[in-house]
């Protein structure tokens, strides 16, 4: 499975970015997906994931201000990010996780996009 991520990029305190992320290439069924980000001298942590059914999760630092959608079809997930503050700079990472059934086949990341929030 290949995920592509797209959107990251310099903004203003503020400001709103739109990620996306298209997942292709995998022959099971993409159930949940994600976005995590790691910002400098820290660790990796979850921002938001959605499962297929729409259900949406958010770690609390961006509850109100970011928003996580998904579009089936396509495969494809997105993070809408408003209100934007200097300690969301990270890289962003989109995750899938593959089934075939209700059989977990594999999870998997993309490259990473960065997120840059600064005047």
């Known amino acids: 499975v290949q995920l592509q991520a797209s959107g990251g990029g310099l903004v203003q305190p503020g400001g709103s970015l739109r990620l996306s992320c298209a997942a292709s290439g995998s022959i099971f069924s993409i159930k949940d997906m994600g976005w995590y980000r790691q910002a400098p001298g820290k660790q990796r942590a979850l921002v938001a994931d959605i499962t297929s059914g729409g259900s949406a999760n958010y770690a609390d630092s961006v509850k109100a201000r970011f928003t996580i959608s998904r579009d089936n079809t396509k495969n494809t997930v997105y993070l809408q990010m408003n209100s934007l503050k200097p300690e969301d700079t990270a890289v962003y990472y989109c995750?899938?996780?593959?089934?075939?059934?209700?059989?977990?086949?594999?999870?998997?990341w993309g490259r990473g996009t960065l997120v840059t929030v600064s005047s």
């Open positions: 995750t899938a996780a593959a089934y075939s059934g209700s059989v977990y086949r594999g999870g998997y």
